[in-house]
């Protein structure tokens, strides 16, 4: 039985080893962390309509149901010219026939970062934004910004819908708690249109919302610092700002860059269409870590991610005989899928090369967003099945 080394306890990492597993591999996966941190419902966090645990899962309990080996571990190091994988407590591992890499991404470094928080990041900048977000809340009023930034290197590493989410589901708090009018809440972003990935009627539609709900909009400037209290913008204009809440863009992953594998110019591995690492017959990448080509319109998102997982499986089993069929690339499915939840309600975001919508769901959009959430726990522990594109 041929063995395939999953680097990366993602959502992208986790539905490789799954589907690795299905079609008969033996699979060991490397995590630093002991469970899966499900982002898209980690937004919930800050406003306190969930704890933490409720936005992981253990990654033994995927493990035991599909038999994968878990170890948790830090990667140190990756060389594809010597065929190996160094990790910081296990040391080194060259005993694999595929490495599969789904490490995720890094975020860039403006000057300053450290006075923000991202819903981005790690678990425990989550529960920081929620203790700072209640401090305010106990003082009766405060001045919060909201932001995401860009990387020109990397155009598809833009993290907006999750910061629209939280800055939405932030107004719908303080509304709830009768103090929405001694809050000033702020969005910028660099670029003259963020969400244009979106579509123009989405963007109108945005442009409404922030009407309504008074939230001030500030785009089309660069970030030339954060300070304690704001964000310094190019024009030397300042927001200021008792809580920032930015996501900077994605760019390379410390492990990649500091590796022989072909990589762009922001650190993300190339790879072909059908997920494998260029010039490397036995290297695949997943999901954030790799560089996606299409139209101008991309993004990396989790879905995505699980789709190049389950692309990868399928090439590698044909690649060693133990299937018929086709090698199957990632390119057309490339689209753009969010269920945006704005505290009260929601909207279903989709964008393709034909269709560019943003569909209002009040009330029901936000408990439909609760229970992927509970379907992707359950589906992937194997209580319920998988449903067909998801």
Not at 113 to 138: F, M
Not at 296 to 315: D, F, S
Request: hydrophobic content about 40%; proline content about 5%; some cysteine.
């Amino acid at each position: 039985m041929k063995k395939v080394l999953v680097l990366g306890g993602g959502i992208g990492g986790i539905e490789t080893a799954i589907a690795l597993r299905k079609e008969g591999f033996y699979v060991e996966l490397v995590s630093e962390r002991d469970f899966v941190y499900i982002y898209p419902i980690s937004i919930w966090i800050p406003t306190g309509e969930i704890n933490l645990p409720d936005a992981t899962l253990p990654i033994i309990e995927v493990a035991k149901k599909y038999g994968f080996h878990f170890i948790q571990d830090k990667v140190v190091s990756i060389s594809g010219k010597e065929n190996k994988v160094v990790l910081e407590n296990s040391g080194e591992k060259t005993d694999f026939d595929y490495l599969v890499i789904a490490l995720g991404q890094t975020k860039l470094k403006h000057k300053g970062i450290e006075y923000t928080l991202s819903i981005c990041g790690s678990p425990e900048e989550a529960l920081e934004i929620r203790k700072r977000l209640q401090e305010l809340v106990d003082k009766g009023y405060g001045k919060i910004a909201f932001g995401f930034g860009g990387n020109p290197k990397a155009p598809e590493s833009v993290r907006g819908g999750p910061v629209f989410e939280v800055l939405f589901n932030v107004h719908n708090y303080l509304k709830r708690l009768g103090i929405r009018d001694n809050f000033d809440l702020t969005f910028f972003a660099p670029m003259p249109k963020p969400g244009q990935r979106l579509g123009e009627k989405a963007l109108k539609m945005m442009d409404m919302m922030f009407q309504n709900m008074r939230i001030e909009k500030i785009t089309g400037k660069k970030i030339k610092e954060f300070v304690e209290d704001g964000v310094i913008l190019e024009d030397d204009t300042k927001i200021k700002s008792d809580l920032t809440i930015f996501t900077p863009a994605g760019d390379g992953h410390p492990v990649i860059k500091a590796s022989d594998l072909p990589q762009t110019e922001a650190g993300f591995l190339k790879i072909e269409e059908s997920c494998q690492v260029l010039d490397h017959e036995n290297i695949y990448a997943v999901g954030d870590v790799a560089s996606i080509e299409g139209p101008q319109w991309r993004a990396k998102q989790g879905h995505l991610a699980e789709v190049m997982g389950r692309i990868t499986a399928n090439n590698i089993a044909v690649k060693e005989g133990l299937k018929e069929g086709r090698i199957e690339s990632y390119k057309p499915h490339i689209n753009i899928m969010c269920l945006m939840d704005m505290g009260n309600g929601g909207g279903l975001a989709y964008r393709s090369d034909t269709k560019a919508v943003l569909i209002p769901l009040p009330v029901v959009g936000h408990w439909m967003k609760k229970a992927w959430g509970l379907y992707y726990k359950l589906s992937k522990t194997g209580k319920i099945p998988r449903l067909p594109g998801m």
